[in-house]
């Protein structure tokens, strides 16, 4: 077994048969985060969202430069240091906790139906 800075090489040469696994290189920073100047990729995408959006609302406007420009740079050093410390896709699971209707309580009584629409929500990732 190589290991280099970013792979590791397993090669396995033990003069066996050719239906043995292979060598191949597995890459060691298949889960890192995917960061663009400091930011997720979903801040940087839902800044530049806003972005357009107040681009397109008032783009031909007095006041486009500040709707354009100054309020999404705005909300981008906010997520900058509103985040600091927090868990990775924190933006995203606050949303969905926020989105998710209803009450989940140990040990409640919960009908058959309401069992099964859990799970699909489980399972979905909702």
């Given at each position: 077994m190589?290991i280099?800075?970013?792979?590791?090489?397993?090669?396995?040469?033990?003069n066996r048969?050719d239906?043995?696994?292979?060598?191949?290189?597995v890459?060691?920073?298949?889960d890192?985060?995917?960061?663009?100047?400091?930011?997720?990729?979903?801040d940087?995408?839902?800044?530049?969202f806003?972005?357009?959006v107040?681009?397109l609302?008032?783009?031909?406007?007095?006041?486009?430069?500040?709707?354009?420009?100054?309020?999404?740079l705005?909300?981008?050093?906010i997520?900058?240091?509103?985040?600091?410390?927090?868990?990775?896709?924190?933006?995203?699971?606050?949303?969905?906790?926020?989105?998710?209707?209803?009450?989940?309580?140990?040990?409640?009584?919960?009908?058959e139906?309401?069992?099964?629409?859990?799970?699909?929500?489980?399972?979905?990732?909702?």
């Open positions: 190589e280099n800075n970013n792979s590791i090489n397993c090669n396995n040469n033990n048969s239906d043995e696994l292979r060598s191949s290189v890459h060691k920073n298949l890192k985060k995917i960061k663009l100047a400091g930011f997720e990729l979903l940087v995408l839902s800044v530049l806003l972005s357009s107040m681009n609302i008032f783009g031909r406007t007095s006041i486009s430069f500040l709707m354009v420009f100054i309020v999404p705005t909300v981008g050093v997520l900058h240091f509103g985040k600091k410390n927090k868990s990775e896709n924190f933006i995203l699971h606050f949303i969905r906790y926020y989105l998710i209707p209803g009450r989940y309580e140990a040990g409640e009584r919960v009908n139906l309401r069992v099964k629409e859990l799970r699909r929500k489980i399972y979905n990732g909702e």
